[in-house]
């Protein structure tokens, strides 16, 4: 019985509610909407519009009469004089020359050739001291032996005694930029072999 007498009550103020919202709904539309347009109303476009023709001022641009130069005369002729020819003939500017005997030097007992001589040093440039033997204060010595070549090149250079290894590889690379006035036999340079030499490594006090 209860829920006959609410759904009897509730159904008119549903329609109330709901007339309320429409009425409500259709006031905000017609706010909202802008006014219409008059009718009868032309708008006109032009496509090509004429530009007003503007008269631009023109300017005077005559130019002056320019003064006529003259030119400058040019400059004057100067007369060579012509250098007269030596009338005396040429052995009487110069000199004769004199004449004389050649003298005899003897050539056939003079012999050209070169005599014999051993290879000798012409360049021997120092030895580096070794780095790490220079800190630990280490002194030393290395016999090297090598050949010297008909151009005076040091080859197949060997450390034949080294006090230290450690002086080994620099002591080979001195003599690799030594040089020597090579062998001469018979005027005819040659190889020299077992050429022996000692560097020795000190420090400086």
Do not use: H, K
Not at 19 to 47: C, H, K, N, Q, S
Not at 48 to 58: G, L, T
Not at 88 to 107: C, H, K, M, Q
Not at 108 to 121: E, K, L, T
């Amino acid at each position: 019985m209860g829920s006959i007498f609410r759904l009897v009550i509730g159904i008119p103020i549903a329609i109330i509610v709901t007339f309320a919202l429409f009425t409500l709904m259709r006031t905000l539309i017609f706010v909202d909407e802008a006014p219409p347009e008059e009718e009868g109303a032309e708008y006109r476009f032009d496509i090509n519009p004429q530009v007003e023709q503007v008269d631009a001022r023109a300017r005077d641009t005559s130019i002056d009469d320019v003064q006529q130069v003259d030119p400058p005369p040019p400059p004057p002729q100067v007369e060579r004089q012509a250098a007269d020819l030596p009338s005396e003939s040429l052995s009487t500017i110069v000199g004769s020359i004199p004449e004389f005997d050649a003298p005899d030097l003897n050539s056939g007992n003079v012999s050209f050739n070169i005599s014999d001589r051993n290879a000798q040093p012409l360049v021997r440039i120092p030895p580096q001291y070794p780095p790490r033997a220079a800190e630990r204060g280490i002194e030393g010595f290395c016999l090297m032996q090598f050949n010297v070549s008909p151009d005076g090149t040091p080859i197949d250079i060997v450390a034949l005694e080294c006090s230290s290894s450690m002086f080994e590889r620099s002591s080979i690379r001195a003599v690799e930029r030594w040089r020597y006035s090579p062998r001469i036999v018979d005027g005819v340079a040659q190889t020299r072999t077992g050429v022996q030499t000692r560097l020795d490594y000190q420090l400086d006090e």
